[in-house]
């Protein structure tokens, strides 16, 4: 009926006049181009950082500077980037860079400069901070201000299980065993100690209080999401701890950091069974019951030539080589942090069920999940020796290529999408590792596709070439250096 027409300014072009303020002419005109496009958007990959409105904050520092002494972006030049970006470090100048580089990008497409001074910069690696554990009063003054049902439960989840604030907030009411003492976290059932069940009880009796007929099954619910379907928000789940020092991330990793709680019967630890008495008894008994119980997968019976991995399979495996290949990809990965010690076990599991045998794979592959985080630094090594593998150590260029290699068999199984292999390589190793400098490039293609020729389909059928390139690694060896006993 058109009674009310809205003729307020939107608050994006208050927002935007802000952003824009200060500027050259020259500069602001681009700028603001730049800025309205990235506004309107375009097809991209699901994963990128160089879009929405937060580039041109990160730029904005750098435009008012060289505001003070040129009139147009053609004047900037490569050593006017390289020197603001020393002013930034960590992840604040990956992200500064990448917004640069769009901003020019466009700009040399448009016609506007004749040479983008981004080109052939490397941002490098980042430098990741050492965790210090928590500080008792620190987790204090955390523990003051969960006050409600809600937050109290949300705050010892992470605490006491080490659970992620995404599977925090996918839990479902059936995951929760009361009677048992059970609660499953991401398919994983672990014991409950003598706290969470309580806070379970106040929980479940004020939900069913406040919202006695919803028909949400997650078993946090709020305002918004009790007359839905959908789980709670990971901003709602984090709010109550916002602003501690002892966050649910950091509450996690300081769980993480600590002996696992068990989920399942253990072998005895008394100082008559302990130590190198307990590892001999080991390698001459029945290896562990997941080994004896894990299917087998048939499509492993042939292993390619070159020793790569089938695609879409990356799992259980029957051939020697192949089970070779996926121990030494889980040694490579889990020494950089990718996986988990109990997936190093697993994988020594399926090495014994696949025709491997040695004394010390037998040893490995008997730990439990509870061990596992504390024996398979260890273990491992010996156990590759015996099969003729290699362990690389940490900061080795040798290891940082295995892991890379690893991971590109992970992508050419569908475990990963290319976007998430040139991610985590590019955030990894940067642009310094000579193996992976192809993969960290088109990382940074992702980043700018609305403004090149280039489709996501192209960049996804380059990124799988190099991940067969990586992945072409010759054949381990199939033949034990030790003998089983």
């Known amino acids: 009926m058109e009674i009310f027409e809205d003729d307020s300014e939107p608050s994006f072009e208050r927002w935007l006049v802000g952003r824009m303020e200060g500027l050259a002419p020259g500069i602001r005109s681009e700028a603001e181009r730049w800025t309205r496009a990235l506004r309107e958007g375009g097809p991209q990959p699901p994963a990128t950082e160089g879009h929405g409105l937060a580039p041109p904050k990160r730029v904005r520092p750098a435009l008012l500077k060289w505001s003070n002494r040129y009139q147009h972006l053609g004047e900037v030049t490569r050593d006017d980037v390289l020197a603001h970006m020393k002013s930034v470090d960590g992840h604040h100048r990956h992200d500064l860079f990448v917004a640069l580089r769009s901003l020019f990008t466009r700009a040399k497409r448009n016609g506007l400069i004749f040479r983008n001074p981004t080109s052939r910069i490397k941002v490098g690696q980042y430098e990741y901070a050492v965790?210090?554990?928590?500080?008792?009063?620190?987790?204090?003054?955390?523990?003051?201000?969960?006050?409600?049902?809600?937050?109290?439960?949300?705050?010892?989840?992470?605490?006491?299980?080490?659970?992620?604030v995404a599977q925090i907030a996918t839990l479902m009411l059936d995951d929760v065993d009361l009677g048992n003492r059970r609660?499953?976290?991401?398919?994983?059932?672990?014991?409950?100690?003598?706290?969470?069940?309580?806070?379970?009880?106040?929980?479940?009796?004020?939900?069913?209080?406040?919202?006695?007929?919803?028909?949400?099954?997650?078993?946090?619910?709020?305002?918004?999401?009790?007359?839905?379907?959908?789980?709670?928000?990971?901003?709602?789940?984090?709010?109550?701890?916002?602003?501690?020092?002892?966050?649910?991330?950091?509450?996690?990793?300081?769980?993480?950091?600590?002996?696992?709680?068990?989920?399942?019967?253990?072998?005895?630890?008394?100082?008559?069974?302990?130590?190198?008495?307990r590892r001999q008894q080991c390698a001459t008994r029945t290896p562990h019951w997941r080994c004896c119980t894990r299917p087998l997968n048939s499509s492993f019976d042939e292993t390619c030539s070159t020793g790569t991995l089938p695609e879409g399979n990356h799992g259980r495996v029957t051939s020697t080589e192949a089970a070779a290949i996926v121990l030494q990809d889980?040694?490579?990965l889990w020494s950089v942090g990718e996986i988990s010690a109990s997936d190093v076990v697993n994988a020594a599991c399926d090495a014994l069920v696949a025709g491997l045998d040695t004394p010390g794979l037998r040893i490995l592959a008997a730990c439990t999940r509870a061990e596992a985080d504390y024996d398979v630094h260890?273990?491992?090594?010996?156990?590759?020796?015996?099969?003729?593998?290699?362990?690389?150590?940490?900061?080795?260029?040798?290891?940082?290529?295995?892991?890379?290699?690893?991971?590109?068999?992970?992508?050419?199984?569908?475990?990963?999408?290319?976007?998430?292999l040139t991610f985590r390589i590019h955030q990894r190793y940067g642009h310094e590792l000579p193996l992976t400098e192809r993969l960290a490039e088109l990382d940074d293609e992702y980043a700018i596709l609305e403004y090149g020729d280039r489709t996501v389909d192209q960049v996804d059928a380059e990124v799988t070439a190099e991940a067969r390139r990586l992945a072409a690694h010759p054949c381990v060896p199939t033949e034990p250096h030790g003998h089983p006993n």
């Open 131 to 164: 965790l210090q554990p928590l500080l008792p009063e620190q987790v204090e003054r955390s523990v003051a201000v969960a006050t409600t049902p809600a937050a109290r439960l949300i705050l010892a989840l992470p605490a006491v299980h080490a659970a992620q």
């Open 378 to 420: 260890d273990l491992l090594p010996p156990a590759l020796d015996e099969l003729g593998l290699t362990f690389h150590p940490v900061a080795s260029e040798a290891g940082q290529e295995a892991a890379a290699r690893a991971l590109a068999r992970r992508m050419l199984a569908g475990e990963l999408k290319p976007w998430e």
């Open 330 to 332: 889980h040694a490579a």
């Open 183 to 277: 609660l499953a976290i991401a398919g994983r059932v672990r014991p409950l100690d003598d706290l969470t069940p309580k806070l379970l009880t106040d929980w479940l009796d004020h939900r069913r209080h406040r919202w006695p007929s919803t028909a949400n099954l997650h078993l946090l619910n709020n305002n918004q999401t009790a007359n839905t379907t959908s789980r709670a928000s990971n901003h709602w789940i984090s709010a109550p701890m916002r602003g501690q020092d002892a966050t649910l991330e950091r509450l996690r990793v300081d769980r993480s950091s600590k002996k696992p709680w068990p989920t399942g019967p253990t072998r005895s630890t008394s100082p008559r069974c302990s130590g190198s008495m």
